[in-house]
């Protein structure tokens, strides 16, 4: 009788473990799964901070070779927009403009540029004279 007994609390224990284990690997499923659409979020969401800086420190190069030049060249004559693509003296500065203007003051140049990469992009300089 008593090998019985403890012939039926292991079959019992057996089966709880086996519960046990179906359970972790669900929940373990479950996690892995998550973490994997979490990072994948992460991945897209740094790429596209990644982009932008970029296009900032574009904007910012072209607005710091535009205040140089302005210095021979008062009113940026030799600045032009062809085939979205954004030349000073034929020499290229920026790729995938969509739009550029340039306002001449009396004391300053305003020029507003926008780009295509991502999403566009637009910014706003003043040269002073």
């Known amino acids: 009788m008593r090998i019985l007994i403890l012939k039926n609390s292991i079959n019992q224990r057996d089966g709880f473990t086996i519960i046990e284990l179906l359970f972790s690997i669900i929940i373990l499923g479950v996690l892995v799964s998550s973490s994997m659409i979490v990072l994948d979020l992460l991945q897209k969401e740094n790429e596209k901070t990644f982009d932008i800086a970029l296009q900032k420190i574009d904007f910012e190069t072209t607005r710091l070779f535009l205040e140089t030049k302005t210095k021979s060249d008062k009113d940026l004559e030799f600045l032009t927009l062809e085939a979205n693509k954004l ?15 340039k306002t001449q003051n009396i004391n300053h140049i305003a020029i507003t540029i926008c780009q295509k990469q991502t999403d566009t992009f637009c910014t706003e300089f003043f040269i002073q004279n």
Do not use: A, D, I
């Open 87 to 101: 030349f000073y003296q034929n020499n290229l500065l920026m790729e995938n403009v969509e739009s550029f203007s």
